[in-house]
C-alpha cells in the first residue's frame, strides 16, 4: 500500500472511531462489508476508488481535487469554517487523547448525571480538540485527562472535577486570548470582514 493512501485510510479509521462509528456500522451505511472495512482499514487490501469513496461519503465526508496551489487557501477556509462536531483536526497528536476523554466525560454523565462541571469539561475539551497546543499546554491537559480517568469512580470526585475543570477553563482562557502570530487566511467565506 502506498504512503499516501496509507495517511488517508489512516485518517478515515481515526474520523470513524472518534466519531463511535464501528466497522460494523460503517460497513451498513456504506453497502461494503465489514471484513473488507477491516481488511482495507488493517493495511492489507488496497482500496478501489469507489469503496473508498464509499466509506468516506458514509463518514459524511466529501473527497475533492483541489489545484495544488490553492490547497493553503481551502483548509484555511475549512478551518476557519469548522465546528465541535467536525473532524478535520484527526491527524493532531492529541486527537485521540481528547476523543477519549470525552467519551469518558459522557459515560461520567450517564452514570453519575449532569454537572455544571462535566458541561464546562466537555465544551473545553472539544475547543481544545481543535486548536494547536504548545508543549506545556499539552503536558497540562495530558495531566488533567489522566487525573479525570483515574478518579472517576472516587468518593470524592466532585471537589477533583472541578478543579480539573477549572484547570480546563484556564488552558482555554491562556489560548483564546493569547495574540496570534499566524496570518490570516488570504480566503474567507464571511462577507463584512473589513480586514481582508
Same mark, same amino acid.
Given at each position: 500500500m502506498s504512503y499516501q493512501s496509507e495517511s488517508l485510510i489512516a485518517q478515515t479509521r481515526e474520523i470513524r472511531e472518534a466519531s463511535g462509528v464501528s466497522q460494523r456500522a460503517l460497513s451498513e451505511r456504506a453497502g461494503l462489508t465489514?471484513?473488507?472495512?477491516?481488511?482495507? =482499514?488493517?493495511?492489507?487490501?488496497?482500496?478501489?476508488?469507489?469503496?473508498?469513496?464509499?466509506?468516506?461519503?458514509?463518514?459524511?465526508?466529501?473527497?475533492?481535487?483541489?489545484?495544488?496551489?490553492?490547497?493553503?487557501?481551502?483548509?484555511?477556509l475549512v478551518k476557519a469554517q469548522a465546528t465541535p462536531d467536525m473532524h478535520i483536526h484527526a491527524s493532531q497528536p492529541n486527537y485521540k487523547?481528547?476523543? @477519549?476523554? =470525552?467519551?469518558?466525560?459522557?459515560?461520567?454523565?450517564?452514570?453519575?448525571?449532569?454537572?455544571?462541571?462535566?458541561?464546562?469539561? =466537555?465544551?473545553?475539551? @472539544?475547543?481544545?480538540?481543535?486548536?494547536?497546543?504548545?508543549?506545556? =499546554?499539552?503536558?497540562?491537559?495530558?495531566?488533567?485527562i489522566a487525573r479525570l480517568e483515574r478518579d472517576q469512580a472516587s468518593d470524592q470526585a466532585a471537589p477533583i472535577v472541578r478543579d480539573i475543570a477549572q484547570n480546563l477553563q484556564r488552558v482555554r482562557n491562556s489560548i483564546a486570548h493569547r495574540v496570534s502570530t499566524e496570518p490570516k487566511p488570504a480566503y474567507s467565506l464571511d462577507d463584512g470582514d473589513g480586514d481582508a
Open positions: 465489514q471484513s473488507h472495512i477491516s481488511q482495507i =482499514e488493517s493495511g492489507k487490501m488496497e482500496p478501489g476508488l469507489s469503496s473508498f469513496i464509499d466509506m468516506t461519503r458514509a463518514l459524511d465526508l466529501e473527497l475533492i481535487l483541489v489545484p495544488k496551489k490553492l490547497v493553503p487557501a481551502v483548509l484555511g487523547r481528547f476523543a @477519549r476523554a =470525552e467519551r469518558l466525560v459522557k459515560k461520567m454523565k450517564q452514570l453519575y448525571g449532569s454537572s455544571a462541571d462535566l458541561d464546562r469539561i =466537555e465544551d473545553t475539551l @472539544r475547543f481544545l480538540r481543535r486548536v494547536t497546543l504548545g508543549d506545556q =499546554e499539552t503536558q497540562l491537559v495530558r495531566e488533567l
